[in-house]
């Protein structure tokens, strides 16, 4: 993770200025973002340092932003900027959420610096303590295989212990072979096409030539549902009009789908997770 990537949440387009201009000058690069959608999007594409936000009402929205958030960049240090008074429940939920420091408005750029470099040096410290480093395999919002498999593990364990359901959608991609000079613009189209049509908390994962994508509370017909727009979606990709190649290899059949507790067909990784969970040692 780069320690001068900053994301700045504001809908005033004055207040967003003045961050870029302060930050700029100091060295950070500055992305800025009208709202918490807008800013997620930012943020799938890019493993930030500082998140700095906005209060946005009601506080189950910063909750659910911070909570998914930290899922895709755990070491990312985030701060609220506001000048609203914030209730003492709702305080102690953001911080459970994610949030890692709040500033109050009005302040000056010194303040501003120095809650921005404490962030980064806490975050340095954890990855120099061995701590979670940063989960993503690039720059299109891909989380490694290790994490995805993490992820991966801790729902499985959720669906076994408390019925709650989620789908796993296997997608097979073409090879470099295949594609030639086609493969890297056409892997860059694939990757953002999938992130803006997923919700904020679904993971993406690629191993093995496969793409992996993680739907959290999602039964089989849900992701099947999914499957299809999917599937009709890259096929529409400028890349893939004259392409036969891409068009034949992303039919229906290059979708596999796994739903869990209800699933009895599984792949060898799911079922070697499985075998896992089932020789630890579960609290009754």
């Given at each position: 993770?780069?320690?001068?990537?900053?994301?700045?949440?504001?809908?005033?387009?004055n207040?967003?200025?003045?961050?870029?201009?302060?930050?700029?000058?100091?060295?950070?690069?500055?992305?800025?973002?009208?709202?918490?959608?807008?800013?997620?999007?930012?943020?799938?594409?890019?493993?930030?340092?500082?998140?700095?936000?906005?209060?946005?009402?009601?506080?189950?929205?910063?909750?659910?932003?911070?909570?998914?958030?930290?899922?895709?960049?755990?070491?990312?240090?985030?701060?609220?900027?506001?000048?609203?008074?914030?209730?003492?429940?709702?305080?102690?939920?953001?911080?459970?959420?994610?949030?890692?420091?709040?500033?109050?408005?009005?302040?000056?750029?010194?303040?501003?610096?120095?809650?921005?470099?404490?962030?980064?040096?806490?975050?340095?410290?954890?990855?120099?303590?061995?701590?979670?480093?940063?989960?993503?395999?690039?720059?299109?919002?891909?989380?490694?295989?290790?994490y995805?498999?993490?992820?991966?593990?801790?729902?499985?364990?959720?669906?076994?212990?408390?019925?709650?359901?989620?789908?796993?959608?296997?997608?097979k991609?073409?090879?470099?072979?295949?594609?030639?000079?086609?493969?890297?613009?056409?892997?860059?189209?694939?990757?953002?096409?999938?992130?803006?049509?997923?919700?904020?908390?679904?993971?993406?994962?690629?191993?093995?030539?496969?793409?992996?994508?993680?739907?959290?509370?999602?039964?089989?017909?849900?992701?099947?549902?999914?499957?299809?727009?999917?599937?009709?979606?890259?096929?529409?990709?400028?890349?893939?009009?004259?392409n036969?190649?891409?068009?034949?290899?992303?039919?229906?059949?290059a979708?596999?789908?796994?739903?869990?507790?209800?699933?009895?067909?599984?792949?060898?990784?799911?079922?070697?997770?499985?075998?896992?969970?089932?020789?630890?040692?579960?609290?009754?």
């Open positions: 993770m780069s320690n001068k990537s900053v994301c700045v949440i504001d809908p005033l387009k207040l967003l200025d003045v961050f870029r201009l302060i930050l700029g000058e100091k060295g950070y690069e500055v992305d800025t973002a009208f709202n918490l959608e807008q800013a997620f999007q930012y943020c799938s594409l890019k493993p930030y340092a500082v998140v700095i936000s906005e209060y946005f009402a009601p506080p189950e929205k910063m909750i659910h932003f911070f909570r998914n958030l930290k899922k895709l960049i755990p070491e990312a240090y985030c701060i609220i900027s506001t000048a609203v008074i914030i209730d003492d429940t709702d305080y102690k939920k953001l911080f459970d959420s994610g949030l890692d420091d709040l500033l109050i408005k009005p302040f000056g750029k010194d303040k501003l610096l120095a809650h921005i470099e404490k962030g980064i040096r806490r975050q340095a410290n954890k990855i120099g303590l061995n701590q979670p480093l940063d989960p993503f395999e690039d720059s299109q919002g891909i989380v490694t295989p290790g995805f498999k993490k992820f991966l593990r801790q729902e499985l364990k959720k669906a076994r212990r408390h019925h709650q359901p989620f789908s796993l959608i296997s997608v991609l073409p090879t470099k072979e295949e594609l030639g000079d086609g493969f890297e613009p056409f892997y860059f189209q694939l990757t953002r096409l999938l992130r803006n049509s997923l919700r904020e908390e679904d993971l993406l994962g690629r191993e093995n030539g496969r793409m992996g994508i993680l739907l959290q509370q999602t039964d089989q017909q849900g992701s099947q549902i999914l499957g299809k727009r999917l599937s009709a979606l890259i096929q529409n990709l400028p890349i893939c009009h004259d036969r190649l891409l068009k034949a290899l992303f039919n229906q059949e979708f596999h789908y796994y739903t869990f507790p209800q699933a009895s067909d599984t792949s060898v990784l799911l079922k070697s997770l499985l075998e896992e969970i089932d020789q630890e040692k579960v609290p009754s």
